[in-house]
């Protein structure tokens, strides 16, 4: 029944070191999303596909990156993690933006944490 | 650009009675959407209610309806005979009606905790 994946649930990784976090979903959704949330703040996006169109927010910083090889899966890159990096990573879909009513079904998340 | 405050970074409630959270929000559009996100603890997000902005009838889920106040900007939440499932983080978001990719803007949540 799950809609949103996100693997994996917890991530460790170094200072410095590329990490890469996936997202898969069933509901055919066209549209992907990527947030970063710290500790008791409110979802920040980073990017989101529309189809193969990337929109990339301007303050994402150039460290983040992703790819969507596919209508199922998304993958969030982090070239070089730091200290400030470590988060909530949430993913989203939505079937259409230009329905704009058009609900986001969110992932569980993948924590974070840089070493 | 447009905001969303939530001005009650912690509420607390007795179990099986209602409490509000309250959501104000800036924005020169006339038509828009409105959103309360309910995140557990270490679970993942679920939308609760939305509201269209054209509509002038109250948004309403089975014990969760909100107060909509299109001319004071306010978009308030409302629980009622509270369960202790209803503990979580709670996301006033924003979007704008237009064509395109507009995103979700969030408030920076309110922290509901039920009392037994």
């Known amino acids: 029944d799950a809609m949103v994946i996100q693997n994996p649930r917890y991530q460790v990784t170094q200072f410095g070191k590329p990490v890469t976090l996936s997202c898969s979903q069933t509901l055919n959704h066209n549209v992907m999303y990527w947030y970063q949330q710290k500790s008791s703040q409110a979802p920040k996006l980073l990017f989101h596909y529309y189809d193969k169109d990337f929109n990339n927010e301007a303050d994402t910083p150039d460290n983040f990156q992703s790819r969507r090889p596919n209508t199922s899966f998304c993958f969030l890159d982090i070239r070089s993690p730091g200290l400030g990096d470590a988060a909530m990573y949430l993913c989203?879909?939505?079937?259409?933006?230009?329905?704009?009513?058009?609900?986001?079904?969110f992932g569980p998340g993948t924590r974070l944490l840089v070493l | 650009a447009q905001t969303v405050t939530q001005s009650q970074p912690e509420m607390s409630v007795q179990e099986a009675e209602t409490v509000t959270l309250s959501c104000t929000y800036d924005?020169?559009?006339?038509?828009?959407?409105l959103f309360w996100y309910k995140q557990p603890p270490s679970r993942q997000m679920i939308l609760v209610i939305r509201q269209e902005a054209y509509k002038q009838q109250n948004a309403t889920e089975n014990r969760f309806s909100v107060n909509f106040q299109k001319a004071a900007k306010s978009f308030s939440l409302k629980i009622s005979d509270s369960q202790l499932g209803d503990a979580a983080m709670y996301f006033c978001a924003y979007r704008t009606d237009n064509s395109g990719n507009t995103p979700l803007v969030f408030g920076k949540g309110t922290r509901l905790s039920v009392i037994a």
């Open positions: 924005t020169s559009e006339s038509d828009y959407y």
């Open positions: 989203a879909t939505s079937r259409d933006p230009g329905q704009t009513q058009e609900t986001q079904y």
